[in-house]
């Protein structure tokens, strides 16, 4: 069975001089007495609400009355769902969200992508602007002063926002970091286009201007960047820098304790470890205390090796910030946060050299126990050259 609308649009060609009178919207109809389908399309209209009143020669006609000839209808569309004789109904009706569904008639002058653009970009709006008063369909723009801008709009002054659309969303985006900021200079550059036209053509020529309004906005970010992001950016990585080089410079200084610890400490072990023909406790009380001497320093290096990835993570975290904001003189930050990596990086090989060493300095030990309490490996590796006497003359 077919909807009130889709007879309606079947009827609709046929209507002369339609127009709107207040509640109604009239027009004019020829009925041929042979064509038995237009008469049932009249009849269903009429017992849907949609035909109001049916005359002939000035004559209200009866629901049942025989249709013929020239008649006047009187049509009430509100009746018919989803229904808009022209853009500027539909935007009446449905301002800032479109129905979920619609179908215009008079489709001159725009399209859909010009009215759902409207609609996408007043839902952008909604979220940001300051404030937002639903029931008198007004928001306003606050900066310096309030600027009231009704939701009242043409459908011409839509057809340029689709071409700008992206850009603008883009533009505003809240994942920017400087999403705040962005927003700023957008309001300001809105406020500057419509402040001083009339209070009513205000959104008209924020639509119109959508595409002047989001270059300044984007020329005035620039410019702020150029001169201020990049100052506070510095100013912030210079403090940031001091406690980064703070925290590798106790690394370090750790590690090079452990450094000098080694050789001291293996002189001091090797001096007490003394030759013999078995197993004795002096050498393997001496022997096992060396190795955990160097396994309380592979602890401590391994502990300072994680310090030192959480500030390598620390500076690497800083980088991307600072690269996210895509500023013209990012490169110099870059460039001293690279810096701070290759530090850490040198570091990190330090570290690595000097837990190598303290392995090396565990097996060393625990060799040098080994050849004390063994007289074979003693005799094949013998400690030093014993000279008895000199051969004579």
């Given at each position: 069975m077919l909807s009130p609308r889709d007879i309606f649009l079947a009827v609709r060609p046929k209507l002369t001089n339609f127009r709107n009178d207040g509640e109604f919207a009239l027009g004019d109809l020829y009925v041929d007495p042979s064509d038995e389908t237009l008469q049932r399309q009249i009849r269903e209209l009429n017992n849907d609400g949609v035909i109001e009143e049916i005359r002939s020669e000035g004559k209200l006609l009866?629901?049942?009355?025989?249709?013929?000839?020239?008649?006047?209808?009187?049509?009430i569309t509100a009746n018919i769902p989803g229904y808009f004789e022209?853009?500027?109904?539909?935007?009446?009706?449905?301002?800032y969200a479109p129905p979920p569904d619609y179908l215009v008639y008079d489709k001159a002058g725009i399209d859909d992508n010009s009215y759902l653009s409207a609609c996408a970009l007043l839902a952008l709006l909604k979220q940001r602007a300051e404030v937002w008063d639903e029931t008198q369909l007004r928001f306003f723009l606050v900066d310096s002063q309030a600027v009231?801008?009704?939701?009242?709009?043409?459908?011409?002054?839509t057809v340029n926002i689709a071409g700008h659309l992206d850009m603008i969303m883009m533009f505003l985006d809240p994942k920017h970091l400087e999403a705040d900021s962005r927003w700023n200079f957008f309001r300001k550059a809105a406020i500057r286009a419509v402040c001083d036209t009339t209070r009513d053509a205000r959104l008209d020529v924020f639509f119109a201007q959508s595409g002047n309004i989001?270059?300044?906005?984007?020329?005035?970010?620039?410019?702020?960047?150029?001169?201020?992001?990049?100052?506070?950016?510095?100013?912030?990585?210079?403090?940031?820098?001091l406690k980064f080089i703070a925290d590798l410079n106790q690394v370090l200084a750790s590690v090079q304790a452990a450094l000098l610890a080694v050789p001291v400490g293996y002189f001091l072990i090797a001096e007490k470890i003394k030759q013999a023909s078995c197993w004795i406790g002096q050498n393997i009380i001496i022997g096992s205390g060396g190795v955990i001497f160097c396994a309380i320093l592979l602890v401590l290096l391994r502990n300072q090796g994680r310090t030192l990835k959480e500030v390598r993570k620390a500076i690497d975290d800083f980088g991307k910030d600072q690269a996210a904001?895509?500023?013209?003189?990012?490169?110099?930050?870059d460039a001293m946060v690279k810096n701070a990596v290759n530090h850490s990086g040198r570091i990190l090989f330090f570290l690595k050299v000097v837990t190598v060493l303290v392995i090396l300095f565990a097996v060393v030990i625990v060799a040098a126990v080994v050849w004390a309490s063994n007289p074979e490996i003693q005799k094949l590796v013998p400690y030093s050259l014993e000279v008895k006497g000199a051969p004579g003359p």
């Open positions: 009866g629901h049942n009355a025989p249709i013929s000839g020239a008649v006047s209808l009187s049509i022209t853009w500027s109904e539909l935007i009446q009706c449905h301002p009231e801008i009704p939701i009242i709009y043409t459908a011409d002054r989001i270059e300044r906005a984007t020329q005035d970010f620039s410019l702020y960047l150029e001169r201020y992001s990049f100052e506070d950016a510095l100013k912030g990585f210079d403090e940031k820098r904001k895509n500023t013209p003189k990012a490169a110099l930050i």
